[in-house]
């Protein structure tokens, strides 16, 4: 992933340490009269990641602060994303917590959504 890059509202964040991506298509579907499909599509491609992280304290309690926003701004590979993070995660490495300058080292999973 050499030079890829990841920010959340202007802050850097480490690359991911695995990342998935699904797309879906956002449609409105009701029936006519002869019982036929009628599909709007309001939106062809809605993008979704979920994304693992190795973090330190202070990197992982930004990433938590930004769980509570309604909206953030993600820049991803180059592209400016308006999302949403849920589904926040975090584990403590064992032994982590000896580490210098850290309170410790944690494995930290989210669920991104566009907007």
């Known amino acids: 992933m050499l030079g890829y890059y990841l920010k959340f509202n202007g802050v850097d964040f480490p690359n991911p340490t695995s990342v998935s991506m699904a797309s879906q298509a956002i449609e409105n579907v009701s029936q006519s009269e002869a019982g036929t499909d009628l599909v709007t599509v309001v939106r ?3 993008k979704s990641w979920s994304m693992n992280f190795n973090l330190s304290s202070g990197k992982k309690e930004v990433l938590k602060g930004l769980t509570l926003l309604e ?3 993600m820049l991803y590979m180059g592209t400016s994303y308006t999302v949403r993070i ?12 000896w580490a210098a300058n850290t ?5 930290v999973s989210v669920k991104v959504m566009e907007f």
């Open 103 to 107: 309170d410790g080292l944690f494995t």
């Open 71 to 73: 909206t953030v701004t």
């Open 86 to 97: 849920r589904d926040y995660q975090e584990q403590l490495v064992p032994y982590s917590e």
């Open 44 to 46: 062809p491609s809605k």
